[in-house]
Every structure is written in structure tokens, then in C-alpha cells.
């Protein structure tokens, strides 16, 4: 039996579904032979872990109970009481998980949280010989120096839902460049929100409905011009450049934010750019379609990565194309490298949700195995 | 440095490929600290390999003198002479790769042949601490009993090029199961050959003609009937179902042949066939496009993997599916599963080609490194 100590940064809605995932998969996992040990869980504030992390675990009933606290909005020091425990806060965590990380020799640090606090010590424990999965894309997207630290062992990281949740587009990205079959262009939606709003305006309805509409659907972050930012599918883009070898930095990126800075969150209430300010971006984006519909094409908010360029923002795609043809909230990816030269290599499907997201973590969870095998 | 022993099996054009692969991705398995050994390489009819398989290897050279042999029709004994090297024929190759097998402890044993042959050595190997890669589709397609043998070690045996040749479709398989999201439903265009057919059909070309120029394109067999008859599309349904863990047999799938018995290899001539078999079935091949196209439909040659149905054959799909705007000879792979479940989870691109094909051997190959770390 190969087992897997795991330490998970983040209770959020992923790191949440992460637990229930590993509780709900323990049969499947035993007939794989694959045992998965939870032996600690951070959030911001707390961490809860037990006393011998060599031998015992935090056990499924603690880790429902500690979801349901989580849920809640409680704090994790409310589980002092549930079990075996121990709860550590504020300066005592990171010293912890050192702790735990150096007595193990080997565990995975799994981080689900949406935090740059996590960078360091992440960059820390990598070098206890530690395996690091990350859903957080911030600890990518810093510095080129923690970001060459976190990937010094490339085979200890795992981060495929950094990019596209669950998608296979990291595992299929890192088999293609280790064939030595060079990428030289990728091109992508991968923001189901601006994927759903992109599709919508171009059946004729005005911008700004549409962004009212992806809010009540829950579609966007409450602040729509969290997305509307550009700077989410920016990270991403940033993730994937620099797995293509580019030494570039998030000021390096091209970014075309869909609102004037006059409207950002800064300037402008959220009551206030969403009665006036979104209203005034619809004539200007009417105008833009139209110049692309008459061409015979759409218009995407895209990422796209060729040569030295990166960059995101709206752009003009063959409406017959991968990207032209999405609907609805998909992300969509099109790699192209001597083997996908004429026609791409396309990843299509969900890139949004707690769900597909942690499965995505649980899987390369288990695509870390065999470096814990004795 | 991981050291990676590994012994070829098949020499036509994806084993050579693999091989000028392997050679020119040194520097970049170098920079990510791996190292390729080949210590042998067999057709069906001998095996060369070196004195020490511990410490020795074939070399560059060798190899490329080896290609060279084998792509001018010649046998491998000419190799006796060039470099240091061992040849065996006939019942001594068995012998000698368990030999070598046993010495090295651990190695990857490649299997790019197109035979079953290979099938009694493979189950073999696969008990000495042996990982197993194949393109080869038949040691995964024979009977139950084999596969059991070959897949008992999960870790150690990779086969992506089985299906959609470099395509991330059995690693992405792989991941989705291993995070316990379980697949409902695989819906597939898996052949180049009849993709292409099927979808030039709809334009309104005579079936008979469409073939021939698939034909003169170099896209089928020699005799057409290789890729009409559905067998190649039926052993990928057999591998992915095989995957999802379908305890079934080649004699429980549906196949439907493009051409009646009567026309079959042993029936008819391949001559005959072209001149007037194949225009025979123009008729009742367009009478089933129009009815599709009065449903808003077009026809597709699908592998259908649902619940305990295994199918492969004409369908009528939708015009916007992914798989009904399929043109050229990509294959696509629809998943669907809990996590993509409405809007499957798409995987397209080029599907054939000894390039692709041992590129996807290659990246198999890598992926097997953990197992090779001391």
C-alpha cells in the first residue's frame, strides 16, 4: 500500500470538495493500492493537525466535521474539542508545517487556497522534499525567483488546476514538450466568464446586459470587474508561458481590461458601474462585433502565447474555429507544435467549479505516487 | 540522473521514429536529468543488444545505422558488423529478453510492433519488475486473461498511442477515473481514414469516390477494406472500454463494416472491389446521409462506449457537436462524467502518424520515470 501524507493549505469551497473527494474515493483508492493520510489543514487564521503525523491522521468524520464548521464561517479553533486535534494560529503555523513536513521526510503540500501568504513557505517545504499541488495560482504568477524555486524538482509539482480546473491541459502541455515536440503557439479561452459573455453580446444583446445577467446567474465574482479585469486569464496565461520556457513576468503580458481604468474598483462604487458605467461600454463593443461579423468572424477574450508575445484581451477568431464555435461557460485550448501544426490540438470542457477543480487536484495527487513508493 | 534501460520491440516506422525521437531529445532529457538506454531492439525475426546491459548501451550511431537497415527493407542481421553488438534470431529473442529483463531489475520494455506475438512475452516481462509501453494494440485487445496480466502492475504499463496515437486521451481517462469521477458515456471519431470519408461524403461525393481519394491521399491501408471494415475502430472501443472497466471481449462489440461479406478480402478481390464493389454501396450510403441531413444531422463512424453498450458504426450526429463539425482526418473523443456532464470534455486533434504516434510513446516513456529514481 503507497501512502500519501497530506497536508492541505486552504478550506475554502475547493479545499472543501477536495476533502470530500478523498473520503468519498477511499475504496477506489484501496484497490489501487493507494492510501491518502490527511495529517493537517490550514486556513488563513488556524491550523489543525495531530500529534504523531508518522503514524496517525485527521479522520473522516473529523474532516466532515471541519468542512461543516468551515461552511459555516466558524473558525477551525471550534474543533479543538472534536477528537484528537491539535490547533495551531498566527506565527506557530508556518513553524508547524515545517514541523510536519521535515518529520515525514516525504508528503504532499496541497494548496487550495487563493493566497499569496502560501508562497514562501511553499518555497520552503520543496526543498524538505516535499511534493507541492497547487489549485492557488498565485505562487506561479510571483517572481521568476519563487517561481524557480517551486519548479526546481519538476517532478514533485503538480498545478493542472491552476489553468482550465480540471482539464487536462498541464498533464497534456508536460507530455508534449517532455516527447521534445515543441510548442509554438497556444490559444485559449479560459474564462468562463468572459467565454459566456463573449458568446452572448455577439447574438445581439447589449454588453452590459449580459454582465448583469452572468452576475445574477452567478457567473461572475460579486465585483463583475474582477473578470471583466482581465488580469485572472492573465495569471493563467502567465502559468502557461512560463511552463513554455518564457522568463517573463505578469508586467511582461499584454492586458486589455474591458472597462477604463476611470471605471475601476478604486474610482468607481459597484452600484455606480453597474447602472452607468457598463451601460456606456456597450456602443463601443456593438462596434467591434460588427467590424469582426463583417469579416465573417467573432470576437473572444483570448489568451494567446506565440514567440515572445503573451498577451489576453479581445480578439478576432475565425467563426469556425475551436475558439469561434464555444458556447456558454467551456474553456477551450488550442495547442500548436510540430505534431498539431496545420490543425491545433484542442482541450475543450468545463474550466469553472468547485467540483471539477478538486478533482483536478485529486488527480495529481495520485499522479504523485510512485515518488512515495519505498 | 534517472537511468531508463529500455528494449525496443518492432522496427517499422513508429519504432524508428521513436528512436530519432529519443536521439534527438538528448539534450533536453539531459536538462531534465533523465537518460534513455537503449540495450535492445528486436523484430520479428532477431534482437540485437550489447554484451553489458547494465553499463553499456547501443549507441546513437548504431541506431541510426539501424533505421537505415530496417527502412531499406534489409534484415537486422546486417548489423553484426557494425559496433559492438550481439544479434539472436528466432526462438533465442524470447530467451534473450528475459535474460535482460532479469539482469537490469527494472527497464521499459517498448512494444511499436503491430503484432501479437509479442502478447506471451509482455505478460512475461511485465512480472519482473518491468514497465511496458505500447503502441501496439492487440497485446490490450486479445483475451481477458492477457489484459489482467498486463495491467496487474497499473503504474508500471502506459499505452496512450493505442488510441488517438499522441492525443492525451487514455492519460486523461486515467486522471478523470483516479479522482473518482466516473465516465457515463465515451463518444468517438477514432479513425483518420473513415473521419475523413465520412465527413466528405456529406458534401455530396459518391462514397466510391471519396475512398479511391483517401486511397491515392495514402490515408487508408492498401486494401481500403483494412480501414472499412471497422476492426482498427473496434479495438480502440475495446481499449477504452477495457479502461472503464468493461469486462468484455473483441466478440461482444457491435461493429459495423462499411462493406457487406460478400465483398470481403477473402471473397473478392481487391481489384474487383475498387471497380465495383465499392460503387455498389454509393446508393444506399447517400439514401442514409439525406435522411440524416432531413433530421439536421450528418454521419458519422463512431465509437460509442455507454453503461454495458459497446458499439462501433455509422451514427447520426448533430450538425454543432463537436463530433459532427469533425472535417479532415483528426480524430475527437467526447467524455462525459459527473464533472462533465452536460457539455462533455473534448480531446481533438491529429490522430495518426509516426511522428505523433512515438511522440506519444516517448511522453508514455517519461512518465515512467518515478518508478526509475533509486
Known amino acids: 500500500m503507497v501512502n ?9 469551497g475547493v479545499g472543501r470538495q477536495l476533502l470530500h473527494h478523498i473520503i468519498s474515493c477511499r475504496d477506489l483508492h484501496s484497490k489501487q493500492g493507494v492510501r491518502l493520510r490527511v495529517v493537517g489543514v490550514c486556513d488563513s487564521k488556524s491550523m489543525v493537525t495531530i500529534r504523531d503525523v508518522l503514524i496517525s491522521e485527521l479522520g473522516d468524520e473529523f474532516l466532515l466535521q471541519l468542512c461543516k464548521v468551515k461552511s459555516s464561517g466558524s473558525s477551525l479553533n471550534e474543533l479543538a474539542n472534536f477528537g484528537e486535534c491539535q490547533v495551531f494560529s498566527g506565527q506557530e503555523i508556518e513553524k508547524k508545517v515545517m514541523d510536519v513536513a ?57 498545478h493542472e488546476s491552476t489553468v482550465g480546473a480540471g482539464l487536462p491541459v498541464i498533464s497534456s502541455i508536460n507530455r508534449i514538450l517532455s516527447s521534445g515536440d515543441p510548442i509554438f503557439r497556444i490559444m485559449g479561452s479560459l474564462s468562463g466568464t468572459l467565454g459566456y459573455v463573449m458568446s452572448q453580446v455577439e447574438g445581439g444583446r447589449p454588453f452590459s446586459q449580459v454582465v448583469n445577467a452572468a452576475k445574477s446567474l452567478g457567473y461572475t465574482e460579486p ?94 477568431v475565425a467563426k469556425d474555429s475551436a475558439l469561434g464555435r464555444l458556447k456558454g461557460s467551456d474553456n477551450v485550448l488550442e495547442i500548436y507544435s510540430r505534431c498539431y501544426s496545420e490543425q491545433p490540438l484542442v482541450i475543450q470542457g468545463a474550466g469553472a467549479g468547485n467540483d471539477t477543480t478538486a478533482a483536478g487536484v485529486l488527480a495529481d495527487i495520485l499522479d504523485l505516487q510512485d515518488l512515495f513508493q519505498h
Not at 4 to 12: Q, S, T, V
Not at 128 to 135: M, N, P, R, S, T
Not at 231 to 260: C, F, Q, T, W
Open 223 to 316: 465585483d463583475p470587474r474582477d473578470d471583466l479585469s482581465g488580469m485572472d486569464v492573465a495569471r493563467k496565461a502567465l502559468i502557461l508561458a512560463r511552463l513554455l520556457g518564457h522568463r517573463i513576468n505578469m508586467d511582461s503580458i499584454k492586458i486589455e481590461s474591458l472597462y477604463p481604468v476611470e471605471m475601476g474598483p478604486d474610482v468607481m462604487p459597484l452600484e455606480e458601474f453597474l447602472a452607468n458605467g457598463l451601460p456606456s461600454l456597450d456602443k463601443d463593443i456593438q462596434k467591434r462585433i460588427d467590424s469582426a461579423s463583417s469579416n465573417g468572424n467573432v470576437l473572444r477574450y483570448v489568451c494567446l502565447i506565440e514567440e515572445s508575445r503573451c498577451e489576453v484581451g479581445i480578439q478576432e
Open 102 to 158: 521535515a518529520t515525514l521526510c516525504r508528503s504532499s503540500v496541497v494548496d487550495c487556497s487563493a493566497s499569496s501568504q502560501t508562497i514562501a513557505l511553499l518555497s520552503r517545504v520543496v526543498n524538505l522534499y516535499c511534493c507541492v499541488v497547487l489549485a492557488n495560482k498565485k505562487p506561479l504568477t510571483s517572481s521568476l525567483e519563487s517561481y524557480d524555486m517551486l519548479v526546481s524538482h519538476p517532478r514533485r509539482i503538480r
Open 4 to 12: 500519501i501524507p497530506l497536508l492541505l493549505m486552504g478550506c475554502g
